[in-house]
């Protein structure tokens, strides 16, 4: 079936520097997209939503762009911090009832 | 504090006996679900519920049973475990805007259960 993948999966930044972690997905009906954050031994943690009719949203130093032409999200994550350091998750929902969640991206910040 | 309880935390028991994780949410959220988290495989959806007494399957719901009875709670049982249920298992709420099904949802720490 349909599915949301990621390109990379280990992303290693330089502390201060910014970060951005891609998703690809095949589903041209998706119409709101998550991106969630988990850091070892805890549940997902949402960062940030965007709807299909808009290609950008920010939020506190992460901001979301959707390319709905290529069907590619991205998370760009400024000045990359320690705590930042994590694995991070995209996820679908094709205008049903259902979240369908990418394999996940390691972000790996350098001090 | 808003919080999404699951309950244990760590299990490990033997094939075939009953077993039931709980999960509690305290923001009054509409939408309830299940996930198992497998290396490789990434979050995958057993069970999903829109509201009270309504639940369907998500994408892997072999082997397992929920139920919608309050609002506040969604447990995921195995009637009878097998050892290819050993995974790390999440539950998750949100609100939901008519049919559109989950928002932002908000995740428990995860169960990790391992059936021998």
């Known amino acids: 079936g349909e599915s949301v993948g990621l390109h990379l999966p280990t992303l290693s930044v330089q502390e201060g520097d910014n970060s951005i972690i891609n998703c690809a997905y095949s589903?041209?009906?998706?119409?709101?997209f998550i991106w969630y954050k988990q850091e070892s031994g805890k549940g997902p943690q949402f960062i940030i939503d965007?709807?299909?009719?808009?290609d950008k949203r920010q939020g506190q130093r992460v901001t979301v762009l959707l390319n709905k032409t290529v069907k590619h999200l991205s998370l760009q994550i400024a000045a990359t911090q320690p705590g930042d350091s994590a694995v991070y998750f995209c996820?679908?929902?094709?205008?049903?009832?259902?979240?369908?969640f990418g394999g996940g991206t390691r972000l790996m910040v350098k001090p | 504090e808003a919080q999404v309880t699951q309950n244990p935390r760590y299990l490990i028991t033997v094939t075939g006996k009953k077993l039931t994780v709980t999960c509690s949410q305290n923001m009054n959220h509409e939408y309830m679900s299940w996930y198992r988290q497998d290396p490789g495989l990434g979050l995958r959806q057993i069970y999903y519920s829109m509201n009270v007494e309504v639940t369907d399957k998500g994408d892997v719901p072999e082997g397992y049973k929920v139920s919608r009875k309050e609002k506040r709670n969604f447990p995921l049982i195995l009637e009878s475990p097998s050892p290819n249920q050993t995974s790390l298992y999440f539950c998750?709420?949100?609100?939901?805007?008519?049919?559109?099904?989950?928002?932002?949802?908000?995740f428990g720490d995860g169960t990790r259960l391992s059936i021998l």
């Open positions: 965007i709807r299909s009719n808009m």
């Open positions: 996820a679908e929902n094709n205008a049903g009832n259902m979240l369908t």
């Open positions: 589903n041209s009906a998706s119409d709101y």
């Open positions: 998750a709420s949100s609100l939901s805007t008519g049919t559109r099904g989950p928002r932002g949802q908000h």
